[in-house]
């Protein structure tokens, strides 16, 4: 896995630390690292979400508290990282402690934080850039809405709609027409996400690409795609659909409609994880994925 050279960055002031609001385990190790980071002349800060689970007041959006630390520690799964590295601080790494039941984007389990967490407040850890894709959604009367997403963006039906069909615009030009249950449009980092179960390829977490997978496609001649992430994608459902969604990063998601067009395309952000020393791409594949089968 490419990472960025141990560069020595600066040293860390003050850290948020963003909990899995209905893990017991994440809000006790919450505890022990506040407590931590303080005797080390750390500053905390926490998320909103995370000082309501503790009984305490105050806290930040987690949309905005990448802006006021150095560095962002996740204790949860990958859905807790993802709600903080869809919202990136320019310069501001996210090390993510796995307290969940796959954690693929974390960087270490709960018994192993405190040698990486010392590193990366030196600014000795690893940090690995993630690209992003920004979603942009225009439907008539309504104002534009922009997302940002680590892994993907579906367009997808609900489980007793009909066959969904979405057409998809390569810089302006129509290249496709999925029928089906649906299509995602993933990053390299989500590709073992969604676009895995969906049988999509495994990218390279930091490849310039931009997958478009069909979810159970109702002919054979629709497969997976991966395009260059210089392109702008338009997508759009054609006739009078029902039921179908468009949903970010599984984080949140709203229904879209004949009228409403979507446009996806390299953000300008990125993310930046922390990653655990002398770990590859191929070896958190067979960590976590049994990527590789047995090896001699």
Not at 8 to 19: E, F, Q, Y
Request: with cysteine; proline share 7%.
């Amino acid at each position: 896995m490419s990472t960025r050279p141990k560069a020595r960055r600066k040293p860390v002031r003050r850290v948020g630390l963003v909990t899995r609001t209905t893990s017991g385990e994440a809000i006790h190790i919450t505890r022990r690292l506040e407590a931590w980071l303080r005797k080390r002349g750390v500053e905390v800060l926490h998320d909103a979400e995370s000082m309501g689970a503790r009984s305490a007041m105050g806290g930040l959006p987690r949309a905005e508290i990448g802006r006021h630390v150095d560095l962002l520690v996740t204790l949860g799964g990958d859905g807790t990282l993802l709600s903080v590295a869809r919202h990136p601080a320019p310069g501001v790494p996210i090390l993510g402690i796995d307290i969940g039941t796959f954690g693929y984007l974390t960087a270490c389990p709960p018994d192993a934080w405190e040698g990486l967490l010392t590193d990366a407040l030196a600014g000795n850890a690893p940090v690995e850039t993630r690209r992003l894709l920004a979603v942009d959604v225009v439907e008539p009367g309504r104002p534009r809405r922009r997302i940002r997403v680590v892994n993907d963006a579906v367009i997808g039906k609900s489980a007793l709609s009909r066959i969904a069909t979405i057409r998809v615009e390569v810089e302006g030009r129509q290249v496709l027409r999925y029928r089906g249950d649906g299509v995602i449009v993933s990053t390299p980092t989500g590709s073992t996400a969604y676009n895995l179960s969906a049988g999509g390829p495994i990218l390279a977490p930091t490849m310039p690409a931009i997958i478009l997978t069909p979810i159970c496609p109702h002919t054979l001649s629709l497969r997976p795609m991966v395009l260059s992430d210089h392109v702008e994608l338009g997508l759009a459902v054609e006739g009078e659909p029902s039921d179908v969604y468009l949903t970010l990063d599984g984080q949140e998601g709203f229904p879209i409609g004949s009228s409403t067009r979507v446009r996806i395309a390299r953000a300008r952000e990125t993310a930046l994880l922390v990653r655990a020393p002398g770990s590859t791409f191929f070896d958190v594949l067979a960590k976590k994925l049994s990527f590789g089968g047995e090896k001699g």
